[in-house]
């Protein structure tokens, strides 16, 4: 039984924008999505170098990253029923950090921590959306 459709490390770091420009030139990346918040702080990029992907975001208040005593790695995992693999974790022992619940940026998802420290973005997508409508939706988020 396998409902997986995604897995990707999201990188917390300092100075995404300055990150993204590492990885590009260290190692030939296409930036492929970037999504920021009102202040111009990176919540999302999505870069691929061969066949691998990964995605970088400013730390913040949620994500405090290495610096501030939080995780550097949160794997995104997509799934095609978030809410039977976030029980699932729980059953096993896991915690949840937010709870699974539907997002305007066309995802439902939430956030949880196995039993072994590491957090885990469980996540299915509920909309197909063009970069500009998420990026809209995203600042909608940040002005409620």
């Known amino acids: 039984m396998s409902d997986i459709t995604e897995l990707y490390p999201r990188l917390v770091v ?3 924008d300055a990150a993204i420009g590492f990885y590009r030139a260290a190692f ?4 492929l999505e970037r999504y920021t918040g009102p202040d111009g702080r990176v919540v999302h990029a999505m870069l691929a170098a061969g066949p691998a992907r990964w995605a970088v975001k400013d730390a913040d208040g949620y994500d405090p990253g290495p ?3 939080g995780v550097p790695v949160i794997l995104a995992l997509y799934v095609a029923d978030a ?3 976030a029980a699932r974790m729980v059953d096993g ?3 949840v950090v937010f709870p699974v619940a539907d997002h305007p940026y066309g ?3 939430g956030r949880l921590a196995d039993p072994f ?3 885990w973005m469980i996540a299915q997508r509920t909309e197909n959306l063009t970069s500009d409508e998420i990026q809209s939706r995203t ?3 940040f002005e409620a």
């Open 14 to 16: 300092d100075g995404a």
């Open 28 to 31: 030939g990346a296409e930036l």
């Open 67 to 69: 610096a501030g005593g």
């Open 83 to 85: 809410d039977a693999v």
């Open 93 to 95: 022992g896991g915690t």
């Open 107 to 109: 995802e439902r998802g």
């Open 117 to 119: 420290g590491h957090l």
């Open 139 to 141: 600042d909608a988020m």
